[in-house]
């Protein structure tokens, strides 16, 4: 043994993770120096909550090791890593909104065991705010501190109870950009004290500007290891994140453009939490033209979406063929011939507990045969579906199979069939073939080609730029709610597209 | 040496054949009933002269199952009430209130009176009479409604508490305005206000003298094909249920949720507030308190126990009906209590049996 103390604060070596057909950490090594601020960067479903759960007691690898200060530990609960000084501060707050900031704070530990002395630990956290610069009132109830607020709160729930190394998972994420350099200075104070921090974020310029090293994980590999911030450039950055791997073919034709289908002026809107998430947005979409939309997620790509689709409010002008639909009712989009394909096939995409054919009636139940005015004939609808079921390769028992019960796969196609039936002016797809395996996103990259084909124009959203390059016309990068440039796709330089993806650079064009 | 199977719970990925709703539910009734056979036996009672007696003072004769439709009738209309706004994941629980305030408005035909009694026909009174009752439910699902649609006001509150202003807004104008002699009701009111019943007709057919089904069940049946064909057959039915079952979707799809949530209230205020009609107008008279004894929550029950089927409706609604007369009967009387309470869980349990499948498997194949 070795007098020195071991340097690394963790140590995770060859970390396995496997869930039902996935595997989700693949051999994945991460090291934490004592006092260093560690980022940990990749894709939504990289792998990176399922490796911290792991250190944080909530998964147990299938193999591999973790060393906390040099020695060895298996976790059966969180309640094991919080006794070794591991805390997590979850991306989804825990906290109780009638109660005060001590008292949340206090909430299930030992002490105090019966007379609840609130001043006496009040006192307690304040002390702790100083130590550390994490400034609160201690007797306010959480429903009246800002968000920004409330994740000191949990920071010092952890500190509170002894953790010395600290795991932030994509804390940025809620903050607003004032909040977040205040976050900044906040994790330097801690580590200068003594505490190890993990930082997991996707935004690159947040990782530069706070982080000593860093890890990066894609599809539950690690592609960087513990590599020096230092001297690292934006272009190595985007090239670790975006990476490289084999380009389906899919067939594009080279074909005429018509008329602007969908003209945006100007737009801007705010996302759920009020922060400003597009800003004076512009673009135009042709008939038959496929314009893909990159960018890392949380750009404002879902807000895209949802101002066209009637779904979220904005400032500034959204035509689609001439005729404005911004601020209506989603109906008036869907009146002008607007097909949406959302990016969350579950929460809005399908109705879980409705059968195939009720799902595939749900923009044209009024319309002949299916239905009128006041009645839907499900005979027809039935029909309909069992066509659709058929044309679009739907497996399912029977149309009236709930929609709950269908793969990822199956769910996209029942959403697909629906939008493209009603022969769309303007199809937005998000995100369509996330998740999916490879034969069911090649039949959907098929369909929206055919789209492209039968003349609609086509706005893709994706996180894949194989996807963008392959079906694109245009690509068009997004980055903190501007459009940071509009490249052809049969010229575009990935590289390019990964500098403006993290803002490294603009196009003039 | 240990028992060669395990059961094991698969949840269901295949569509359940249709007909296994019906099966279960009617399996956990038996159940229920062997349960409660169970408690009496130890109790010390006799558990097969209960049932047999049961059932003859529920089912044993037309004057009895009379009573039991009669008892029944209040709550088909109470429960497809319930079953309207509970298929948009509207908790109605104001189905009492509505009851009370579709008698009141009822009762303003014969108490103001709204049109002459003697010189207007009967069945211009008693349309009018049910017009009134279903506009006063209405009103009283409006207000809920809109509070919840405009500024998402609970409407488990707001329905619930709305019940006791029904309640002692009727009570004001019984006991003060509209008193007869002091007591806390209104004189009977006139024949022409009655709705017909089939001891109406003894004169010829002598069958039926003493029988006090009223028209009332008519309106019950005539409102549950309708309540059917609006929640499985109409584009407002098809837009009940996306809003019940997936709010995102519904407005991804175009759908106004404001302005059904309103509807759906309404209507199901206006089904219990034709229950409270045909309760005042059929069975007692007049209006009076405590027309209802709990129709409205009791109402809840049935929508859920039938599984928000409005067929299912009638056949439960005869069931408590049942429940009812022989809670009357039976002494102690809460042995009807504990059959309902034992059958409502054992149907809710039930559901365990449409979301899993349970198959025996050998112990041994399961190491191997």
Redesign the interface.
């Given at each position: 043994m070795t007098s020195s103390p071991p340097p690394y604060a963790v140590e995770m070596k060859d970390i396995v993770i496997r869930f039902p057909g996935v595997l989700a950490n693949d051999h994945v090594n991460l090291s934490l120096k004592r006092g260093e601020i560690h980022a940990l960067l990749g894709e939504n479903g990289a792998g990176k909550s399922t490796l911290m759960n792991a250190l944080a007691g909530l998964y147990k690898p299938v193999s591999g090791t973790i060393k906390v200060h040099g020695e060895q530990v298996s976790f059966g609960s969180p309640k094991d890593a919080i006794a070794k000084g591991i805390g997590m501060v979850h991306q989804h707050f825990m906290l109780v909104p009638t109660q005060t900031v001590t008292e949340n704070i206090l909430l299930g530990l030992n002490e105090p065991r019966f007379f609840m002395n609130l001043p006496k630990y009040d006192q307690k956290i304040l002390e702790l705010q100083e130590q550390f610069g994490l400034r609160v009132d201690p007797t306010a109830n959480i429903w009246q501190l800002s968000v920004g607020e409330q994740q000191r709160v949990e920071i010092l729930k952890t500190l509170y109870r002894g953790a010395n190394i600290l795991i932030m998972d994509e804390p940025t994420a809620v903050l607003a950009p004032q909040e977040i350099e205040e976050f900044m200075q906040t994790m330097r104070s801690m580590t200068e004290q003594g505490k190890s921090i993990i930082f997991i974020s996707h935004k690159l310029h947040e990782v530069t500007s706070v982080a000593d090293r860093l890890t990066v994980l894609r599809k539950g590999v690690a592609t960087a290891e513990g590599i020096d911030i230092e001297g690292l450039t934006g272009e190595k950055l985007a090239e670790l994140m975006v990476g490289r791997k084999v380009i389906f073919t899919v067939e594009k034709k080279a074909q005429e453009q018509g008329e602007i289908v969908l003209d945006v002026r100007g737009v801007s809107a705010q996302n759920n939490k009020g922060v400003p998430a597009l800003n004076n947005l512009s673009l135009t979409v042709r008939q038959g033209e496929i314009l893909g939309i990159a960018g890392v997620a949380g750009n404002g790509q879902s807000e895209l979406a949802e101002v066209i689709?009637g779904?979220r409010e904005c400032t500034g002008s959204i035509l689609i063929n001439g005729e404005e639909v911004a601020n209506f009712?989603?109906?008036?989009?869907?009146?002008s011939g607007v097909a949406?394909v959302?990016e969350?096939r579950t929460?809005?995409?399908?109705?879980?507990?409705?059968t195939i054919t009720?799902n595939t009636?749900?923009?044209n139940?009024?319309e002949a045969p299916i239905?009128?005015?006041?009645?839907?004939n499900?005979t027809a609808a039935r029909s309909r579906a069992r066509e659709l079921k058929e044309a679009y390769d739907i497996l399912a028992?029977?149309v009236?199979?709930?929609a709950r019960?269908l793969s990822g796969g199956n769910l996209q196609k029942v959403i697909l069939a629906r939008e493209i039936s009603v022969e769309p002016q303007l199809m937005i797809a998000m995100q369509p073939t996330r998740g999916l395996d490879v034969g069911a996103i090649e039949s959907i990259q098929q369909l929206l080609l055919k789209q492209r084909e039968a003349g609609t124009a086509l706005l893709l959203i994706s996180e894949e730029l194989d996807e963008l390059l392959t079906l694109s016309d245009r690509i068009a990068v997004m980055y903190e709610g501007e459009i940071m440039g509009i490249l052809d796709a049969k010229d575009a330089d990935i590289n390019d597209i990964g500098l403006m993806m993290t803002g490294t650079k603009r196009s003039e064009a | 040496m240990k028992f060669p199977f395990t059961l094991h719970f698969e949840q269901r990925t295949d569509d359940y054949p249709k007909w296994l709703p019906a099966v279960t539910s009617l399996g956990s009734v038996v159940v229920a009933f062997i349960i409660s056979g169970i408690i009496l036996k130890f109790i010390g009672g006799e558990p097969l002269q209960v049932l047999k007696f049961f059932f003859s003072a529920t089912f044993g004769s037309w004057p009895v199952f009379s009573d039991t439709l009669v008892k029944a009738t209040p709550l088909i209309m109470v429960g497809l009430a319930c079953t309207v706004a509970f298929k948009m994941k509207l908790w109605n629980i104001g189905a009492e209130g509505q009851f009370y305030m579709g008698a009141f408005f009822a009762s303003l035909v014969v108490l103001i009176p709204m049109v002459p009694l003697e010189t207007t026909p009967k069945i211009i009174v008693i349309g009018l009479m049910m017009v009134m009752g279903m506009i006063g439910g209405a009103v009283w699902g409006f207000f809920p409604g809109y509070l919840k649609a405009k500024y998402k006001v609970n409407e488990i509150i707001t329905t619930l508490m709305l019940n006791y202003i029904a309640i002692y807004w009727n009570n004001f104008w019984i006991f003060d305005k509209w008193s007869d002699a002091g007591f806390q009701m209104t004189p009977q009111f006139d024949k022409v206000a009655w709705l017909p019943r089939l001891s109406d007709l003894a004169k010829e057919y002598p069958m039926f003298s003493g029988i006090t089904l009223h028209l009332g069940v008519v309106f019950g049946l005539i409102a549950a094909v309708i309540v059917w064909w609006i929640l499985e057959r109409s584009t407002w039915g098809y837009q009940i249920k996306l809003i019940g079952d997936n709010p995102n979707a519904a407005r991804y799809a175009g759908l106004n949720i404001t302005r059904n949530i309103i509807l759906v209230m309404m209507l199901s205020g206006a089904l219990a507030g034709l229950a409270g009609m045909s309760e005042i107008s059929g069975v007692v008279h007049r209006l009076q308190e405590r027309i209802s004894p709990g129709y409205g929550f009791t109402g809840i029950i049935v929508a859920w126990l039938a599984k928000l089927n409005p067929f299912a409706v009638i056949i439960v609604s005869i069931m408590f009906g049942a429940l009812i007369v022989a809670g009357r009967e039976i002494q102690p009387s809460g042995l009807a209590y504990l059959l309902q309470g034992i059958i409502l869980f054992m149907v809710i349990s039930s559901d365990f049996l449409l979301r899993y499948k349970i198959r025996l498997v050998r112990t041994e194949q399961e190491v191997a």
């Open positions: 689709t779904l009712e989603p109906s008036k989009a869907i009146k949406h959302p969350d929460g809005v995409g399908t109705a879980p507990n409705m009720e009636i749900m923009k139940y009024r239905g009128n005015r006041w009645g839907i499900f028992p029977s009236r199979t709930q019960k | -």
